[in-house]
């Protein structure tokens, strides 16, 4: 299984983006989806997660929006409202599991990670 995240980019505050993740390889209905990101020095942080609900870490809740595409093995995240403090290289990541997880640990699979820089 195979991970492609794209979609990030050098944004200013209040801006919006959307990164995507192409899964290739095995099945893709069947694996609960997260995001996650990290900054330099910090540890990977629970971003969100969908199998058949979303789940939000607080920090993006009401600004950020996941969603799948079980037709085109996509996952996605719309993120609105950037803040500075949203800087970090997303990781989109697929579980062997249709349980949605905020930990890392819960996870198979792993995208390469596309950088979020928002800046004035």
């Known amino acids: 299984v195979q991970l492609q995240a794209s979609g990030g980019g050098l944004v200013q505050p209040g801006a919006s983006l959307e990164l995507s993740c192409i899964v290739s390889?095995?099945?893709?209905?069947?694996?609960?989806l997260g995001w996650f990101r990290q900054s330099p020095g910090k540890e990977r942080e629970f971003v969100a997660a969908i199998m058949w609900q979303t789940h939000y870490s607080d920090s993006v809740k009401g600004r950020f929006t996941v969603s799948r595409d079980n037709a085109k093995n996509a996952l996605y995240l719309q993120m609105n409202n950037l803040k500075p403090e949203d800087t970090a290289t997303y990781y989109c990541?697929?579980?062997?599991?249709?349980?949605?997880?905020?930990?890392?640990?819960?996870?198979?699979?792993w995208g390469q990670g596309t950088q979020v820089t928002v800046s004035s």
């Open positions: 390889g095995g099945t893709f209905s069947s694996y609960a």
């Open positions: 990541a697929a579980a062997d599991s249709t349980v949605p997880s905020a930990f890392p640990s819960m996870y198979d699979y």
